[in-house]
């Protein structure tokens, strides 16, 4: 169980594209979701954290207008890098926090999808 | 400004040596820590620790927190080559705050 997808799995575009990421939680509901970016040799950096029905929570120093996220559903998160440029080159990962039934509070594990690699040429 | 700091960032040994990893914080309203094992893609999830002093265990993994001292071991017994990865650790805080923040993570090689 606790299966997270992420879509897709590698990514080329074209500086001033924009690119949309998909994350999914298989088989829970995904009440909060988490984005992060991870430069080679470096650790994880969360740049938003995405509740379902509302509006995302943004990191300091990461532009909103630049990441979009949307957290339509309770399976499925996106992320949009907007007119992406070289040094959004990197690797993004999502994460998913199981929510509990009866609105409960969730639980604080957190499971990872296989995360997207993209370069921005 | 929570912090998690893991030491050391890179370790290299032989196959069937014993590791420690380790792993301190510094975060306003302590609720849980957990480890991760990252290999080429995302963190895989190893432990999630709460209280002091209550060792976790999974196969040559162990892992033990003293919320006293403010740290974290994870413990890895007769190593592989397949343990080969990067460690990382993560601490949330209680009530409201629901992101992790991360450690700098443990570079672990095993070397044949």
């Known amino acids: 169980g606790a299966v997270v997808s992420q879509h897709p799995s590698r990514v080329i575009c074209k500086s001033g594209t924009s690119v949309k990421i998909e994350c999914r939680s298989l088989?829970?509901?995904?009440?909060?979701m988490f984005w992060y970016r991870q430069f080679p040799k470096q650790s994880l950096m969360l740049m938003a954290t995405s509740n379902e029905g509302s509006k995302a929570t943004y990191e300091q120093g990461v532009e909103k207008d630049k990441f979009l996220i949307n957290h339509a559903s309770l399976t499925l998160s996106t992320l949009t890098v907007t007119s992406a440029h070289p040094e959004d080159s990197s690797f993004y990962i999502c994460?998913?926090?199981?929510?509990?039934?009866?609105?409960?509070?969730?639980?604080?594990?957190?499971?990872f999808g296989p995360g997207t690699r993209l370069t921005v040429l | 400004e929570d912090k998690v700091v893991q030491s050391p960032l890179s370790l290299v040994v032989h196959e069937g040596d014993t590791v420690t990893l380790n792993c301190s914080y510094e975060v306003t309203n302590f609720r849980s820590l957990l480890w991760y094992k990252q290999e080429k893609k995302a963190p895989t999830f190893l432990f999630m620790l709460?209280?002091?002093?209550i060792e976790k265990k999974s196969g040559r993994l162990s892992s033990i927190l003293d919320k006293k001292e403010l740290f974290s071991i994870l413990n890895i017994t007769a190593t592989q080559t397949g343990d080969s990865a990067i460690y990382l650790c993560?601490?949330?805080?209680?009530?409201?705050?629901?992101?992790?923040?991360f450690g700098q993570g443990t570079r672990l090689t095993i070397n044949p």
């Open positions: 088989d829970f509901q995904a009440t909060t």
């Open positions: 993560a601490v949330r805080r209680s009530w409201g705050a629901q992101k992790l923040v």
């Open positions: 994460s998913a926090r199981q929510g509990l039934a009866g609105g409960r509070s969730s639980t604080d594990t957190q499971y």
């Open positions: 709460t209280s002091s002093g």
